[in-house]
């Protein structure tokens, strides 16, 4: 049963450390996505890659944010430094051509 | 512009009543159109999906959506509801054509909460 998988399920940490959360796609598919969701903000689109090349990555506080694909198999979104704005659980997703995304179970996290 | 609106912030239904949740789309072309659900704690989960063709679509757990180009709606219907819908329900709209690049836009969510 292909699924996303993303690490760590849960991470706490405190105000001004690096954060790194990990995204396996699927294998095969070609776009990964990063979103960020809150309460108040609801889904927020933060990035998206297209055969690990990034297309568009306007959605994602350039000062503290990046995201990138090392390879194929695994997409990575960095805060640096972190601040308690930034708690909320982010999702990857991946899909291949057709819109259709699949989501991992999230990252929740919390800036103390 | 794409955008997607979801006018219920929050549905409340008792279990075994039938269901409607709305959605609006804003798009110039044909669109791609979805419902995902997300549990408590977990990630958004797919129930259906229109591509083409019959607009009327089945989807998993016994939902339904129809799209209806005239009104801009794919509104999704169950016809009794089962205490396990309680979730949070998206509707997004995705680009066709060449300039696909696979990304949705999301509405701001829909809550169903069934009463016993």
């Known amino acids: 049963d292909a699924r996303v998988t993303q690490t760590p399920r849960h991470k706490v940490t405190e105000m001004g450390q690096e954060v790194t959360m990990r995204c396996q796609p699927i294998l095969g598919h070609n776009t990964v996505f990063w979103y960020r969701q809150t309460m108040m903000q609801g889904l927020e689109l933060l990035a998206y890659?297209?055969?690990?090349?990034?297309?568009?990555d306007s959605g994602m506080p350039k000062d503290r944010f990046s995201a990138e694909m090392p390879d194929a198999t695994l997409a990575t979104l960095k805060i640096q430094p972190s601040e308690p704005r930034d708690s909320a659980v982010y999702f990857c997703a991946s899909g291949l051509g057709s819109n259709e995304q699949f989501f991992g179970p999230g990252t929740r996290l919390t800036v103390l | 512009a794409q955008s997607v609106t979801q006018p219920d912030i929050h549905i409340t239904v008792s279990e075994g009543a039938s269901l409607e949740l709305r959605c609006n789309y804003s798009y110039g072309a044909t669109p791609y159109l979805f419902w995902y659900v997300q549990s408590p704690g977990q990630g958004l989960q797919l129930l259906l999906k229109?591509?083409?063709?019959d607009t009327l679509v089945q989807g998993i757990k016994g939902f339904e959506a129809e799209f209806k180009r005239s009104q801009s709606s794919f509104n999704l219907r169950k016809p009794s509801v089962h205490w396990s819908d309680a979730a949070e329900y998206f509707c997004?709209?995705?680009?066709w054509g060449s300039g696909n690049t696979g990304k949705l836009i999301f509405g701001q969510g829909t809550t169903l909460q069934v009463k016993p």
């Open positions: 997004a709209v995705g680009a």
């Open positions: 229109y591509f083409s063709g």
């Open positions: 890659f297209r055969n690990r090349a990034p297309l568009d």
